[in-house]
């Protein structure tokens, strides 16, 4: 009896999470929110594969300590670290926060 209660429960979550979050109703989206979703995907698409290896390589670096692995490390978080403090990406940013309408 519980096990058929459990199967129950869990198609009924199923379909439950299936379905998703409710959907908000359209709204307009202005050009500067267009613009600032595609720098975002962007940005992602540049620094997560960058963060991934960083990660990776510093796993590498604290797990199996040798002169390789920590030259991987550093030459990974240096990558990063150039990345993600770029000139461009930092006043790219700066400029959206500072739009007056994106407060609004």
């Keep these: 009896m519980r ?3 459990l199967i129950v429960v869990l198609i009924a979550l199923g379909t439950t999470a299936a379905q998703g979050p409710p959907r908000r109703p359209a709204r307009k989206v202005s050009a500067l929110e ?17 963060s991934t290896v960083a990660s990776e390589s510093a796993w590498a670096a604290a797990t199996d300590v040798t ?9 990974a ?5 150039a990345l993600s403090g770029s000139r461009l ?3 790219r940013t700066r400029g959206f926060l500072a739009s007056p309408s994106w407060t609004s």
């Excluded at 002169?67 to 030459?75: C, D, I, L, Q, S």
């Design 3 to 5: 096990a058929r209660l």
């Design 34 to 50: 267009r613009e600032a979703r595609a720098y975002l995907e962007t940005m992602n698409a540049l620094l997560q594969p960058v």
């Design 67 to 75: 002169p390789e692995h920590t030259g991987e490390r550093a030459g």
């Design 77 to 81: 978080e240096k990558t990063a670290a």
């Design 89 to 91: 990406i930092i006043e």
